[in-house]
């Protein structure tokens, strides 16, 4: 289950911190691992001996010497197992292997919708991962995590969907069950843009604490991380932008939005709501990414809604940046991908807006993960579980003497 990994104690400087200390680095010796945490050398040695021997460490060289026999070097082992990561989407889904470094080994993206409910989606997503790890030459046995990204709000300590909107039969089923017959491994559950928001922070912004990802496609979401680490609120309802009112200051009629509010910032801005704009305008445009193509070939009434769209998001975005100040917020999401006149009109507002102390140091940037976001996302998240110190001691203790918990790779 989600958190079984989590419990048990932690030994100070046992194998799973000394892991954690060496994969923070490109690499480590003995002198360096003892320079770090002060234990004795045929401690550490212990410890490297027992990570070498569950096949969580590789040498990776030599150091340079600094006379006499040059130092060895131990690095992470990232081949030393998988896991399956899911972003299932409204109707569009990707699904991807990756090693235990988060490196996507094996994809594939399909059309499914997800109001077909939990059972026809994850029986889908399961066949597919199947393929995958054949596809990637590895078996259920290497599979040591299973991360799943979802369009809707999720209780995450249990990965049940709650309330979700666009998810009809999802709401509280269980979706680490699901998986717990064939994979004996944790199973995390998270909402699509919570996923995305870590992916990108861990690949492209690992030294950033402070970060907003902003998804902008057929709805509109934002990921919030503060002091590194996702930001839920006291019912995971945090960073539900889309349902911020937003005052566009002319009189254009009120927009009811599927919430039931009017003139939410999803039912203005987001991909969809230009969609009907345009419609309405007697442009064909059934979905988000119509959108985006109409922009891309230069529509001129499709380009001028993505940059309003942008300002109105850089409305909510500017009185987040008071609240938050966070150094970086990336857009992502289709409509992000769509046109440069989106983070313009984005950065426009927020600029002009949010209080100079809090933009001085503030990137605005587009996505550079793009649709491979939210796996990469998925996957990190079951890797920082399975990684942690707790999880690797517990690992390390419960295998029986002459058998490995991790694949040689
Ligand atoms: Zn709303």
Known sequence: MASEADSGGVQPFGPGAMLQLIREGDGATRADLAALTGLARSTIAQ????????????PAGESESTGGRPPMLFAFNEDAGVVLAADLGATHSRLAVTNLGGRVLAEAAGEIAIAAGPEEVLDWADERFHALLRESGRDDADVHGIGIGVPGPVEHATGRPRNPPIMPGWDGYSIPERFADR????VLVDNDVNIMARGEQWT???????????????????GVIVDGRIHRGAD???????HIRVVTGDDT?????SCGNVDCLEALASGGAMARRLTVE??????????????????AEAVRLVRDSGRLI????????????????VIGGDVAQAHEQLLAGIREVVYQRSLPLATRHLRIVRSQLEDRAGVIGAAVMVIEQ????????????????????????
């Open 386 to 409: 399975v990684l942690s110190p707790a999880a690797i001691d517990a690992a390390i203790a419960a295998v029986p003497p002459g058998e490995q918990a991790f694949a040689a790779g």
């Open 183 to 186: 994979y004996r491994v944790p």
């Open 314 to 329: 850089g409305e909510v975005l500017a009185a987040s940046v008071n609240l938050y100040n966070p150094s970086v917020i």
């Open 253 to 257: 009629e009120e927009v009811t939005c």
């Open 236 to 242: 995971g309802a945090a960073g539900d932008i889309g």
């Open 47 to 58: 410890r490297i001996e027992q990570l070498v021997a569950q096949n969580l460490l590789r």
């Open 204 to 222: 492209n912004w690992r030294q950033v604490s402070h970060l907003l990802f902003v998804k902008v496609a057929t709805g509109i979401g934002c």
């Open 282 to 299: 007697g442009l064909e445009a059934a979905d988000s990414r119509a959108v985006v193509e109409l922009a891309r070939a230069g529509e």
